[in-house]
């Protein structure tokens, strides 16, 4: 048997679900801590380091294995020394339960209080501890452990208001699915299913959630590349909804699960996989989508002009009147006028003098060669179709007008959780509200050659 299906509860299942909207691509590697002889699971961002699951033997004279005669995992530590190298990995404690599989786990933001998951021929479930000085004690079960099903995957959210589980306990959507409990003043309340949004009658696990309120999880009961892979959802005014699928090569054709970020937005973390070979390894994640510093609220394009020459003298004690010729076809009288143009482009204007009695032409005041009607310089995002939850929308940057770059990307950040590149998209927003939707802009100086990132954004109303 392999341990870590083990540690997986033995899950199994496939089922089909409606198409999934695509993902930015991502930059994947394996850990320098993996090795041949081991499985390393389930890493957790921790101080300077990981935390993780191993079955490693850490002694060579004294070997922990369970019943089976398989080696018992362990939760190690394993401290990073710069962007690319790590240090010696060792346990995190060994205090924590060492004659017990210790599975996935979640740290509280202080990182002073750990949940995480056991499994033994005693029972199973999820348990928590207190850091006190260099140590973890007070081990303590979750209130919701039962002998009659399985709790599982802790993720504890930022706050430390809701913990996210995986269980198949009684009333669920069939096989694990995932589950809230948020806290209350007397402890966790009661576990809370996720849904059929998220859950399928196959299984749901290793839940993560993210800051934004995103929730990342692995299924078996989603379409996938095959295997258990990652999906997220979105909590959109208290429900869970646009559901997403993480293309290659986060995903693959090989299990693929415990997906967590090391930042806010997901740009960067862990996940873990067997594509490498027998056994598991952690690789980490890096989202080649750019990262834009700040987004200056989108300036509507204003193609209005009031024209009053200075040096114009007043005609009023005569016949003679000013006549604006704007260039487009249009002609206007009078000193000063205003004139809405149809579009961008180079006119030239000119103001005659006519002659009010006959409406011939006098003579020619002033002339204009060089008006330019021009753009706002921004990145600029036109979205038409129905404002309306479950309709598609079409999004499109065509009408940036950055005349000093040269440019090689468009990138969109939709409000719910949607990173896209393309210079026009389509999207569908799942639920009512506000978005706030965000367009950066990639490319070259013109001048320089040197890289550019510009971005502007644009609230838009869902109903």
Known sequence: MNIVRYILFFLSGFVLLHKLQAQPFYEVAPLSIN???????????????????????????????????????????????????????????????????????????NGNEIYFTLNSKEGNGIYSATKEGDHWSNVRPFVHNSP?????????????????????????????????????????????????????????????????????????GHQSMGGLDIFSVREINGTWGLLQYLEAPVNSEYDDFAYVASDAEGMDGYFSTDRGGKNVDIFSFKSLFPYFAEYKEQEENDYTYIFDDPGTIDLDSTTFIYEWDLGDGTRKRGKEVEHTFASTGHYI??????????????????????????DIEQPYMTITGTFEAGKSLSLSATKTYLPQMDIDGYYWILG????????????????????????????????????????????ITIR
């Open 416 to 459: 719910d959780g949607t990173r896209v590149k393309g210079e026009n998209i389509e999207h569908i927003f799942a639920a009512p509200g506000e978005y706030q939707i965000q367009l950066g802009v990639t490319g070259k100086s013109k001048e320089t050659g040197e890289e550019m990132k510009v971005s502007s954004s644009r609230t």
């Open 349 to 374: 204007i000119q103001l005659n003098v006519i002659d009010s009695l006959t409406g011939e032409f006098t003579k020619q005041a002033a002339i204009y060669d060089d008006f330019y009607v021009l």
């Open 35 to 109: 090795t041949s002889y081991a499985d390393e699971v389930a890493a957790v961002p921790y101080g300077d380091g990981l935390i993780y699951c191993s079955n490693r033997n850490m002694n060579v004279i004294v070997s922990r294995t369970d019943s089976k005669d398989e080696h018992l995992f362990h939760l190690f530590y394993v401290p990073r020394k710069d962007s690319i190298h790590w240090g010696n990995p060792y346990i995190l404690d060994k205090n924590l339960t060492p004659y017990a599989h210790q599975g996935p786990c979640s740290v509280s933001a």
């Open 148 to 220: 009659a099903y399985r709790t599982a995957h802790p993720s504890l959210s930022r706050d430390g208001k809701r913990l996210f589980f995986a269980s198949d306990m009684p009333g669920g959507q069939g096989g694990f699915d995932i589950y809230c409990c948020e806290w209350t003043p007397r402890g966790w309340g009661e576990p809370v299913n996720l849904g059929p949004e998220v859950n399928t009658s196959s299984d749901e696990l290793y839940p993560f959630i993210q800051e934004n309120n995103i929730l990342y999880f692995s299924s078996y």
